[in-house]
Structure formats: structure tokens, C-alpha cells
């Protein structure tokens, strides 16, 4: 068994302030079909992230990397094992309950931005402000992404880039408890993916929310605070950046 | 390979492949419907006519001598030539409650059916020529009393009591719609037509030796207007009251009406339903096209040529219009065969089978399949001009112009802009959104709207104009002292006399044969009304004409019309149109009783007699006016509502049903749809929202606001559309025995709208159960 990347005080492990984590997984398995045909995304895996960390998640496809995503994130819900943030358990929750927990807590940003084609990059970031407990001006999102010039434009007079930090700003906007990202410069270049990376960066700074951020591009690992390396549906290896470096001094 | 994708597609989009297919099928029932009970109840027509030698021209005369008829033959453009006698009878009827009136005519003594309007018969035999006391009887009253052959009737022949033996039980050409004074509702129980040999009938009425009716047909290429004007020239010493074609003989134009209303139907609402089967196909398959191009795009680059990919959505499209005319065709056949049916009661014809033409499904199908291809012919267009490598690409995200709402864009949030902006950004689609829903309504309403007219002409007819509720006929004009006579008898309230003439009115073109009616200046029996319904005074000079028999004639108030007297000396007098009244069943025209007597150059003389009656004593005094020797008819508005019920309640409630049920149909096909190709384009921006924390009541929301502005939009415009057909349908009617008022009443319009509602709120709950089960995971990964 490869579990001493698994093991609670490892993993717990974190800026050393000795609060308690925010995330918390025990033993968190997700299963598809029965038998000999079980295909395993995740095998009793723990974790703890920290209030305000910043989490890379690497991995190849199939790694499992997204499905943790999804249960942190209340999109999904594991077989066995359970998940919580603070107080809140995300392994019994009810739709409603999961749907709260995503309005009130978290901000999503997707690979293909999904932003509404028929609202401009203000309304599309005061959608979510309207149903936010304690959002920010949309417009301060926007500048906090960079694009205080692009308010009033719909997403498709926006490049991939801009569109994708109209994403974050959305994403933002609600000053999320947690920012979650998946695969965020997946559809994009290098320069443009670096400005996403800054934006979220940011935020992760400036709103203070706990980040995790999937990927398969491990130039990425460099900013964050933690790296999980994930395979088999398991955290094979933790680093532990000493230094976070700045999304523009990322090489790859 | 391509077909196995199409049963796929098909399969995939079930409910959206069925509710269009009802769509089309409910178009293609109309059109089966209605073409195949026209093409039966014309046929039959035809047949019928054909075989019995009915008329093209008859004329009533006061009494002419028999070798007239040599005379008539001899007109030019005359075929063949008959004369009779007839006259109006009182029949003694055990069992009915009010008196039974009925017509006696003539037939050759000889033993042998009559040149023209020959009968049918259905049972016995025709007289025998020495008997004169036998009589075939017409099938209606015969039908609706269990007549047959044998049973005995006690006749009230000009005040004469003489009994009769049914000898034969037969349909005729003249009388395939029957009914009393042009009433538009047959009464098979208080009216009936008998034929007897000529010398009988002859006897009783003073006629031997001459005739009083004469019917003609004419010579190939003769002209049907100067026929008459020879005819009406040679009947004019004998008391000739007018000429007319098959146009005015009651039965043959009541036919004609039902089959003319068939043929609007024909037209009108296949295209209702084709147009909007149409339009969804266009945007299901456009959807189905744009969300496959990346497919379309891959077939094309191994090679399949475009047209084999165009028609595998043609077939889709095939399928579908196949599957609706398999419905249609079903339902329609069924329904024509129903509609045949509530005929019959109608229209009475030795044979009157339903009959599929066989080419009829075809031509519905083909109609279907043609509207419906240029429904899809721009989503069909856009697959054989897809460039390969473009198409390979994803669709670029639709370009939402102008970016402000205006006034609207400060004040609503963003939630509300998503809805707003998709009405907005497809203009043309919005707009047959909104009317398809919009065409829902008048269905509806058009189904509904029979109760409110008939209670409308109800209360006009028989409660405001016709205050009455006996009417009694006389053999033969009296002197007004009958009306009072009549007042004192034990169980009349009141007594009105009134003078009916026959009369020809002419105003420039038009002319029309019409009865007179003379009403004293202070009737309360018979209240005309104008379009307010308010009473109109009768005339002291003048004529007062219902609007409708003014249309007709092209005249309005203060133009002269031409009277023509077709009673005693047939004095032709003009008078002004003093009044417009309004009225329901055939043409009203009225004058002052003493203006119309001077111009009959008569004494105080009254034809008929209004009753309000005690309904106490009503037993009796029927019982009293079937035995007295003036009275030729009686006829008693009680009976006569309730006919009217009987008839009537029961074809309202089948169309109300049909037109309810096929508005149910537009409103869900239209809904639907939109709403399923709304969560296709936009699952994926709904999964994400929800992804970002909106409830599915929220995006339920979002989705479906736009639908709901839509419907919101459509039923006003549905409803005034409602209105708008109506008057259209009603107006094109160009029905003279009856007028249908284009009356809707609120109850009506909320009950259309509530129907539609109901229907659109269905449906979106349909899609809304969808909306839950939304995959939201699938919404992070890539669209489509």
C-alpha cells in the first residue's frame, strides 16, 4: 500500500497555523457499478485543506482528480467515506441542501467558462451577485480580474482568456469560502492561461478563499501552497512549496 | 446505417416527435373530415337528384287551369314540365302533445311516380289510382312516430276531417331537409309530408281540373332567369307568386349552406395546423441539425454526398408526417363518419354511405408532408451548404446585439435579462411562438362559442322579438275579429292578429322572395329590436327590413324597395326602408298591419294569430284549436326550444370537445417543443448555473420565463385573433336560413384561456421534471 501519502498527519500538514482545517475527507471512496465490472474513481482517501490554501491538484486523466473535485464542490456524492466543510457534511446533504452549500460557499470556475452568451461580462457576474449573501460590486470582480474595459461586452466579443476571467470574476464575486477550478487553462494559450492564473491568485489573496485547482499541466504546481499528485483514485504524493511562485514566473 | 441514426433520433425525441405528429394529424383529420362528409353528402345529393328528377324550378300559383301546363311546356328552354296540387294540412296525431302540421302533395292518380321530384320508397307502395284515401308518408315523421305501412292518419284537409291509410313510407328530393316555415331545425315529430293521388287531394282543396304548384327542369343550355321570367309571365292571371330556383327551395339551400360551411372547413383549419407543424419542425429539426453538425460534418468529410444527409432528415421529417396521417387519418375518417351521422337527422336521403376516397389520405399526407418540408427547407438548405471544415469546428455562440433593453436594462437583474434577451435576439422565432400559442385560442373559442351564440339567438329570437308562445296559422286570411274571438278563449292571455303576404322585394340587382309581415303599430307579442336590441316602432310608413335581408339586398335605411304582392291582386307598391331590425332565422320584413291591408286594397284582415297563453290550460286549448276548421297550424315555442335543445345541445358538445381538444393540441405542440428545444440549446448554460448555486425552482425559472412571456403575450392576441376569425368565419358564411351573431362571451374567452394556460403550464411541467435531472457534473466538461 502506497498509504503513507494517505496518512492524516501528512496531510493535515499545512501553513502550521494549527487551526482546524476547513476540508475535511475520510476515507472517501466513489464507486461505479458492482462486482468483478467496479470501476473505482476514488479508494478511501483522506485529506484536510486548510482555511485560505492554495491546493493544485495533478494528475493524468482517470485519476480521480475531478470526481474529489465534484464531492468537495457538492456536485457529487461519494459510496462510502464522508466529506465535510466545516460543519457543514457534504456526504449525507440533500440536493437542497448541496445547492445551498454551492450558492453560499463556493465559487466554480469550468474549463469552458460557461458563461450565459445573452448576458454582457457585468450581468453575467452580477447573476451570481444577486443571489450571493455578501457579494461585491460586480464591477469591483471585474477589476479584480482585470477587465474594468470589457464590462459591457457579451462573452462572444470576448477572447477565450477574457472570457475564462469573466469566469473567475463571477466566481468571485459572492467573496467564496472555497474557489473551485477545473482544468481553468485548459482551452487556453500560455500568455492568456497566465492572466487566469494571476486572476485567480488574486482572489485566492485577496477574498481569502481556500483554492483548489485541477490540472494536468504541472508548470501550474509552482504557485500553489500544496501539490497532490493523484493516481488510481488516491493521492500518490503531497509537496509542499517553500516558496509560491507568482503565475508570471510559471515555465512551461 | 444513416436509417438506424434516424429511428435513433426519432426515439430520442419521442415526445417532441408525437406532440407534432398529433399537430399534423389533427390537421390532416379536419381535411379528411370535412373533405370526406362533403364528397358523401354530396354525393348523395347528387345521386339523389339525379334518380328522383328534382326540380330546377319551382313556382306556386293560386289556382291555374291544367292546360296551362301545355302552355309552359311549350316555353322555350323547358325540359320537362309538372304540375300538382298541394296544400297545408292539420293532422290529428294521437299521442303528440301540441298539434302536427304537415303538407299534402299531389302525385298523378295513375299509379305511377311523377315526372319530377319522384320518390323513393322505403316501404309499401305508391297510391293505388282508384284509392283516394291512401297516402305515402314521408320517412322523417314516419321514423320518429314508428309509421309503417298500414297504420291509419286522420287529416284536417281545408276544415275537413278525412281519414288515411300510410300505403308507403318514402324519402323525396324536395324535402331532404324538412321542416316547418323554414325553421333552420327539422321537427320530425309535429310536422309531416304526405302524398296522395291527385283526384283526393284535388277534391279537398277546390283544385279540380287545376293545379297550384308547378315544377320544370331545363332544356340543356337554357338560362335559368329567363325561364322564370317566362313562367312568372304566363302564372301572373293565376295568382303566380313567383317563380324560384333550386337556390331558393328550402331544403335543396339549407343543403347547400352545410355543404359550403364544410368547404370553408376544408381550407381553413388544415392550414391552421400544417402552418404550425410547420414551424416547430422547423425549429426541432434546425435544433437537431445545428446540435448534429459536427456529425453531418464528419459524414461529409468520409465522403457521403450531401443530398443521401439532407434526405435522412427529410425522412425524419417523412416519418413524422406519416405517423400524423396515419392519426389523422384514423381520427378523421372516424370523426367524417360521426359527422355523417349527426346529418342524418338532417338531411334525409334513401342512401347516404361514408366513403373514403381512396386518394383522400394520399393528398392529406402529401399536403402535410409539403407544408412541413417548407417548414425544414432553411434547416435542410443550411446541411447542403455546410462547408466540410467550418462544420467540424463548434457552432460559435449566438451574437446577442444591442446591448442595453433600454429602460428595462437598468431595472431588471440579470436573471430576468436571460428570458428577455432570448425573446429579443430571435425576433421571428419569438413571433411564431407567440402566434402558434396565439392560434390555440381561437379553437377554443370557436369550439365554445356555439353555447353563447345559441343562447344569444335564443334570447334574441325568443325572448325579446317573439314574446308569444303559440303562434296559430289560419287556412285563410279572417277578418280581425278572430284575433278577438281567439283572446277569449279559456287559457289565452293575449291575442295579436298579424297578416303575412308573400311578396317579392327587389332593390336594384338583388331581389329575394320573402313573407311580409304585418304587425299592428302596438304588437307586444312580436317586439322587433334593433342591433342594441332595443324595440324598434313599427312603421306607420315604410318597411322595416332585418340588416341581414338589407345586406343582402344592398339597401340601407331611406333607400326605396320594390314589394311585390304575390297574394290576391298583386299590387306592386315602393317603399322607403323605414327600419333596420335585427333578426335570427330567415329574413324579417315588417309593415304597419293597416298600411300592409290598404295595400292588399283589403279589409281588416289577419292571417295568423300570436297567443301568451296560461301554460295551465295549454292542454286544452291545443286540443280545442286541433278541432277548430280555420286553424291550419299550430305551433308552440315550447316545443319548438326543446327541439331545438335536442338537436342542437348535441352538436355543440361534439365540436366544443373537438375544437377544445384540438386547441389543447396547438397550445401543448407549441409549448412543448419550445420548451424542449429551449433546454437542448441551454442545458448546458442551466446545468451551469446550477453548478453556481441556483435552485432548480430558479432555473426552472429562467428557463421557462420566456415561454411564459410568451404565452402571457399570446392569449390577448389569441383572443382578439378569436374575435377577428370569428367575425370572419361568420361573415363568410353567407348562410340565409340562419345567422350565427358573433357573439363570445367572457365566460367563453376565460374559459379559451384557461384551457391554454392549463395546456402550456402541462407542458412546461413536461420539461421541467427535466430540468432536474439535469447533469450537472456533464455541465463542467465540454458543451454538447
Known amino acids: 500500500m502506497i498509504m503513507a501519502a494517505n496518512a492524516a498527519p501528512l496531510a493535515g500538514a499545512s501553513r502550521g497555523t494549527g487551526a482546524p482545517p476547513v476540508f475535511v475527507a475520510r476515507g472517501l471512496t466513489k464507486s461505479y457499478g458492482s462486482g468483478d465490472a467496479t470501476v473505482y474513481a476514488l479508494r478511501d482517501l483522506d485529506l484536510e485543506i486548510q482555511q485560505g490554501e492554495f491546493v493544485v491538484l495533478l494528475g493524468p486523466s482517470g485519476s480521480g482528480k475531478s470526481t474529489l473535485l465534484n464531492i468537495l464542490g457538492g456536485l457529487d456524492v461519494p459510496s462510502a467515506g464522508r466529506a465535510a466543510w466545516r460543519d457543514h457534511e457534504l456526504t449525507g446533504a440533500d440536493e437542497a441542501a448541496l445547492t445551498a452549500y454551492r450558492r453560499d460557499h463556493v465559487g466554480f470556475v469550468f474549463q469552458f467558462y460557461n458563461l450565459i452568451p445573452s448576458l454582457t461580462a457585468r450581468e453575467n457576474v452580477e447573476l451570481v451577485a444577486e443571489i450571493a449573501r455578501n457579494p461585491m460590486p460586480p464591477e469591483e470582480a471585474l477589476a479584480l480580474v482585470g477587465l474594468s474595459h470589457r464590462l459591457d461586452h457579451f462573452p462572444a466579443q470576448l477572447s477565450g482568456g477574457e472570457q475564462q476571467r469573466v469566469a473567475v470574476a463571477r466566481a468571485i464575486v459572492k467573496r467564496p469560502d472555497a474557489l473551485l477550478c477545473d482544468e481553468p487553462t485548459g482551452a487556453l494559450d500560455v500568455e492568456t492561461g497566465k492572466l487566469v492564473l494571476s486572476a485567480i491568485a488574486r482572489a485566492n489573496r485577496e477574498v481569502g478563499a481556500t483554492t483548489i485547482i485541477i490540472t494536468h499541466n504541472a508548470a501550474i504546481a509552482g504557485m500553489a501552497d500544496r501539490v497532490l499528485r493523484m493516481g488510481g483514485g488516491r493521492i500518490v504524493s503531497i509537496e509542499r512549496n517553500p516558496h509560491r511562485l507568482a503565475p508570471e514566473d510559471l515555465v512551461w | ?784
Open chain 2, 1 to 784: 446505417m444513416l436509417d438506424r441514426k434516424l429511428l435513433r433520433d426519432l426515439w430520442s425525441l419521442r415526445g417532441q416527435v408525437m406532440t407534432i405528429a398529433m399537430l399534423i394529424g389533427a390537421g390532416v383529420a379536419v381535411l379528411v373530415m370535412s373533405v370526406s362528409s362533403f364528397l358523401a353528402l354530396r354525393g348523395a345529393q347528387q345521386a339523389f337528384y339525379a334518380e328522383s328528377h328534382f326540380a330546377e324550378i319551382s313556382a306556386e300559383v293560386k289556382r291555374a287551369p291544367r292546360p296551362l301546363l301545355a302552355r309552359i311546356a311549350e316555353l322555350p328552354g323547358i325540359a320537362t314540365v309538372e304540375g300538382r296540387v298541394s296544400g297545408d294540412v292539420r293532422v290529428d296525431w294521437p299521442g303528440a302533445e301540441v298539434p302536427v302540421a304537415g303538407r299534402i302533395l299531389s302525385l298523378p292518380g295513375s299509379g305511377d311516380q311523377p315526372a319530377l321530384n319522384r320518390l323513393r320508397l322505403l316501404a309499401g307502395h305508391l297510391p293505388e289510382p282508384t284509392r283516394q284515401n291512401e297516402a305515402v308518408m314521408h320517412a322523417a315523421f314516419a321514423e320518429a312516430w314508428r309509421v309503417r305501412p298500414g297504420d291509419g292518419i286522420a287529416l284536417i284537409l281545408n276544415g275537413r276531417r278525412e281519414a288515411f291509410r300510410i300505403v308507403g313510407i318514402a324519402h323525396s328530393p324536395e324535402f331532404v331537409f324538412t321542416s316547418r316555415q323554414g325553421s333552420p331545425l327539422p321537427d320530425d315529430r309535429g310536422f309531416v309530408v304526405l302524398w296522395a293521388n291527385e283526384e283526393g287531394v284535388a277534391r279537398a282543396f277546390d283544385m279540380q281540373g287545376a293545379f297550384n304548384e308547378v315544377l320544370l327542369t331545363l332544356a340543356p343550355g337554357a338560362s335559368e332567369a329567363a325561364v322564370t321570367a317566362e313562367l312568372d309571365r304566363l302564372l301572373l292571371p293565376w295568382g303566380g307568386r313567383g317563380a324560384y330556383g333550386r337556390r331558393d327551395q328550402p331544403s335543396h339551400r339549407f343543403l347547400e349552406d352545410e355543404l359550403a360551411e364544410q368547404r370553408i372547413l376544408a381550407v381553413t383549419v388544415p392550414v391552421v395546423f400544417f402552418g404550425i407543424a410547420a414551424f416547430l419542425l422547423n425549429i426541432v429539426l434546425g435544433r437537431m441539425v445545428e446540435a448534429q453538425r459536427e456529425q453531418i460534418a464528419a459524414l461529409k468529410a468520409l465522403g457521403y454526398p450531401a443530398f443521401p444527409i439532407a434526405a435522412h432528415y427529410a425522412k425524419f421529417v417523412a416519418v413524422i408526417c406519416l405517423l400524423g396521417s396515419l392519426l389523422g387519418v384514423t381520427a378523421g375518417a372516424w370523426m367524417g363518419a360521426g359527422m355523417l351521422n349527426n346529418y342524418r337527422p338532417f338531411f334525409r336521403f334513401p342512401e347516404m354511405p361514408y366513403l373514403l376516397p381512396v386518394w383522400l389520405p394520399f393528398l392529406a399526407a402529401a399536403t402535410s408532408f409539403a407544408v412541413a418540408l417548407l417548414g425544414v427547407y432553411a434547416a435542410l438548405r443550411r446541411i447542403l451548404q455546410l462547408p466540410t471544415a467550418e462544420a467540424l469546428r463548434p457552432a460559435r455562440p449566438v451574437a446577442f446585439g444591442g446591448r442595453s433593453l433600454g429602460f428595462l436594462g437598468s431595472r431588471l437583474g440579470a436573471a430576468r435579462k436571460i428570458p428577455l434577451r432570448g425573446l429579443l435576439g430571435r425576433p421571428l422565432r419569438t413571433f411564431f411562438t407567440v402566434f402558434g400559442i396565439a392560434m390555440a385560442l381561437p379553437m377554443v373559442v370557436l369550439g365554445l362559442f356555439w353555447w353563447d351564440a345559441m343562447d344569444s339567438m335564443v334570447d334574441l329570437q325568443f325572448d325579446r322579438i317573439e314574446r308569444g308562445d303559440a303562434f296559430v296559422a289560419l287556412t285563410d286570411p279572417r277578418h280581425a275579429r278572430a284575433v278577438r274571438e281567439l283572446a277569449r278563449l279559456p287559457g289565452v292571455l293575449a291575442a295579436e292578429g298579424q297578416r303575412i303576404v308573400p311578396v317579392r322585394l327587389r332593390a336594384a340587382q338583388q331581389s329575394r322572395l320573402l313573407a311580409l309581415t304585418g304587425l299592428p303599430s302596438n304588437a307586444e307579442l312580436r317586439v322587433p329590436r334593433d342591433a342594441a336590441f332595443r324595440p324598434v316602432p313599427i312603421p306607420q310608413d315604410g318597411i322595416a327590413l332585418s340588416r341581414r335581408l338589407a345586406e343582402t339586398l344592398g339597401v340601407r335605411e331611406g333607400d326605396i324597395v320594390q314589394v311585390e304582392m304575390l297574394e290576391g291582386a298583386r299590387h306592386e307598391q315602393d317603399l322607403p326602408v323605414a327600419a333596420l331590425v335585427e333578426d335570427v332565422i330567415g329574413f324579417t320584413a315588417l309593415v304597419e298591419i293597416g298600411a300592409l291591408n290598404r295595400l292588399m286594397r283589403e279589409d281588416d284582415l289577419v292571417s295568423h294569430i300570436a297567443l301568451r297563453i296560461d301554460p295551465l290550460e295549454a292542454g286544452a286549448l291545443w286540443q280545442y284549436l286541433a278541432e277548430r276548421p280555420r286553424v291550419a297550424a299550430t305551433n308552440v315555442k315550447a316545443v319548438w326550444l326543446r327541439a331545438f335543445d335536442e338537436v342542437i345541445a348535441g352538436l355543440v358538445l361534439t365540436s366544443a370537445v373537438t375544437l377544445t381538444g384540438f386547441g389543447i393540441i396547438i397550445a401543448v405542440g407549441v409549448v412543448y417543443n419550445s420548451a424542449r428545444v429551449a433546454l437542448q440549446e441551454r442545458g448546458w448554460e442551466m446545468a451551469s448555473l446550477r453548478v453556481l448555486g441556483f435552485t432548480r425552482q430558479e432555473v426552472g425559472r429562467i428557463l421557462l420565463a420566456e415561454l411564459a412571456v410568451a404565452v402571457f403575450l399570446a392569449v390577448p392576441i389569441g383572443l382578439f385573433l378569436a374575435q377577428w376569425i370569428l367575425g370572419l368565419i361568420l361573415g363568410a358564411r353567407d348562410n340565409e336560413s340562419f345567422d350565427v351573431p358573433a357573439v363570445i362571451s367572457s365566460g367563453t374567452f376565460a374559459a379559451a384561456a384557461l384551457v391554454v394556460l392549463g395546456a402550456a403550464f402541462a407542458s412546461a411541467v413536461l420539461v421541467r421534471r427535466r430540468i432536474d435531472r439535469l447533469d450537472l457534473v456533464a455541465a463542467l466538461k465540454a458543451r454538447d
